[in-house]
Nanobody, 123 residues
Framework: QVQLVESGGGLVQAGGSLSLSCAASGRGFENYAMGWFRQVPGNEREFVIGITRSGAATAYADSVKGRFTISRDNAKSTVSLQMNSLKPEDTARYYC????????????????WGQGTQVTVSS
């Protein structure tokens, strides 16, 4: 089983960019589909973007399509989230999650989570 640590959050102005990284420790990273989720206090955790085990396919929430991209490096056990054209409504705590086998948009189907990193977009 892997453990996940996110980094790269911070404060950015609307229209700006930010890159998040998720580093996995442990064995078998290549066996996990990876997802990024975000959560605002009082709201449910929501799917943002995800990538399959091989990196061959990705999935996006409609709200981030065309602005966010995801990539992974199985040799380095990392997954990255590039966020462009950020909006105030992107403000949230962002979590990296891992799931054995197929990619899912459902938070409850992920058993492994990082601690999250805060992203704040000012208007």
């Amino acid at each position: 089983q892997v453990q996940l640590v996110e980094s790269g959050g911070g404060l950015v102005q609307a229209g700006g960019s930010l890159s998040l990284s998720c580093a996995a420790s442990g064995r078998g990273f290549e066996n996990y589909a990876m997802g990024w989720f975000r959560q605002v206090p009082g709201n449910e955790r929501e799917f943002v973007i995800g990538i399959t085990r091989s990196g061959a396919a990705t999935a996006y929430a409609d709200s981030v399509k065309g602005r966010f991209t995801i990539s992974r490096d199985n040799a380095k056990s990392t997954v990255s989230l590039q966020m462009n054209s950020l909006k105030p409504e992107d403000t949230a705590r962002y979590y990296c999650a891992a799931r054995v086998a197929s990619l899912s948009r459902t938070p409850g189907e992920y058993r492994i989570w990082g601690q999250g990193t805060q992203v704040t977009v000012s208007s």
